[in-house]
Every structure is written in C-alpha cells, then in structure tokens.
C-alpha cells in the first residue's frame, strides 16, 4: 500500500507512469510571495519548527495560488468551486496563524472559499526545493480534474503446497495519478 501510494504522488520511475506531483503536463509551479521575516524575498512559512510566516502573508500565498488557477483555466474556476488544498502536515499548521483580528487563515479560507477542503500527505513534505502546496479545482463543468487508478488493489494468487510449508503470491498493479485536466492543479513549491 505504501507503494501504491507513492505512485499516486510520484508515478513509476522508468515507465509513462505519472503522479500527482511528478506530471509532465501539469504547468510550472509559482514561488511563494515575500516574507517579512526574510527582507521581502520568498521564503517558507516555517522555518525551524516555528511558524515564521505571518497570518497575511500565508493567506496571500494561497490567494495567489487560487489566482493562479483562475489564470490557468481562463476564469472557468471560481471561488465557490469545490478546491482541495494538498499539503504536509506541517504546512498545514501554519493554516492555524492568527491575524491581528484574531482570526486564523482557516478561518478565512473556509469563508472566501465555501467548497474548500484541506488534504495532507508526507509526500508534499521536504522536496528539494521545499514543502510542496497544490490547489485542486475537483471538478470543471462536471469532468473531474483527475483520478489515482489501479489495476488491482490487492490480488492472491493460487495457494502453493510444500512439504512442510505453504507459499502464497500477492500482487497489485497501479497507473498512478491520471489528470484528465492538468490545468485546474496549481503548484506552489518553497513554503
């Protein structure tokens, strides 16, 4: 299953065989926006295990993802569509930095955003360029955006008799993440 799911995000090395991270058609990714903390260059929004990003700053990173999406399918994704944000789950809590109204990103995410859903996997974790952060339009004009798909989750083969011993072959097979709509996916790469 751990494979399984790595080639969900990854594909298979060697084969036409893509993941959600990995795919050749999906569009470049954008940096974050600058952080004060960091003299207004680009930077992460934890540094260290602190949450060095501001409230503002963080909720701009997304709006600016969200923007980018908005670009990319020519305005066919709007704010009420049903979006995933996918991230590790220490990116994830930066998503609970307050503001100075003492109300947190989420908070305002899931206002601006009423379909909004929050997804978290290790894989997003620690690339060579930092945490990954991927906004997900699920859905356009009813096709979905994408699927991960597999021959078969599990399969056990015949039972083989030894003499004092019995062997028994698993199997499964994947195709990976199959993204019908690469342009509804915007990557943000360094937070």
Known sequence: ????????????????????LNDPALLPAIAPGPKAYNTNSSGPWITNGQITATAN????DIQNLFIQLVNQSDGLIEMDS??????????????TATNSFNVNVMDLLKKNFPNIR???????????????????CET?????TGMCAFTEKMRAHAIIRE???????????????II????????MVGV
């Open 163 to 177: 003499t004092s011993s019995f062997k028994q072959k698993k199997s499964q097979g994947t195709w990976g993440a």
């Open 118 to 136: 929050f997804e978290t996997a290790m894989q997003y974790a620690n690339t060579l360029a930092g945490n990954v952060v991927q906004m997900i």
């Open 1 to 20: 299953d751990k494979f399984q799911n790595n080639s969900y995000f990854f594909g298979v090395a060697g084969l036409q065989n893509y993941g959600l």
């Open 82 to 95: 049903k979006l995933v944000i996918a991230m590790s789950p220490a990116s994830s809590a930066a998503l």
């Open 180 to 187: 019908f709509q690469p342009f509804a996916i915007a990557t």
């Open 57 to 60: 700053e963080i909720y701009a």
């Open 140 to 144: 356009i004009e009813a096709q979905e």
